[in-house]
């Protein structure tokens, strides 16, 4: 049973930081990518960033040039360090993870709010 867990989630000020982590657990296969989505009310889950386990990397058009992906291969960990938060950025980030089976995992979800 695959389990994703994920922590740093919060509110923060205009300008600020959070970083998000995400541990995974529990899978057979390989991990291939893991990676962040959100969801802000009233609209589509959308890429935040997201990295392979050989190091690739992609991200949303919103995260270029503030938000840095990484991972720990070791540990099946991915974070999100986000700098220079906006208020449109508050929204449900979501942790996600695609195993080399092609199965892929959500986290619970974490609330980031961004207040103006």
């Known amino acids: 049973q695959v389990q994703l867990v994920e922590t740093g989630g919060g509110l923060v000020q205009t300008g600020g930081s959070l970083r998000l982590s995400c541990t995974a657990s529990g899978g057979v296969f390989r991990i291939n990518s893991m990676g962040w989505f959100r969801q802000a009310p009233g609209k589509e889950r959308e890429l935040v960033a997201l990295e392979t386990y050989e190091g690739s990397t992609a991200y949303g058009d919103s995260a270029k040039g503030r938000f840095t992906v990484s991972r720990d291969n070791a540990k099946n960990q991915v974070f999100l360090q986000m700098n220079a938060l906006r208020p449109e950025d508050t929204a449900v980030y979501y942790c996600?993870?695609?195993?080399?089976?092609?199965?892929?995992?959500w986290g619970q979800g974490t609330q980031v709010t961004v207040s103006a």
């Open positions: 996600n993870v695609q195993y080399t089976d092609f199965s892929q995992y």
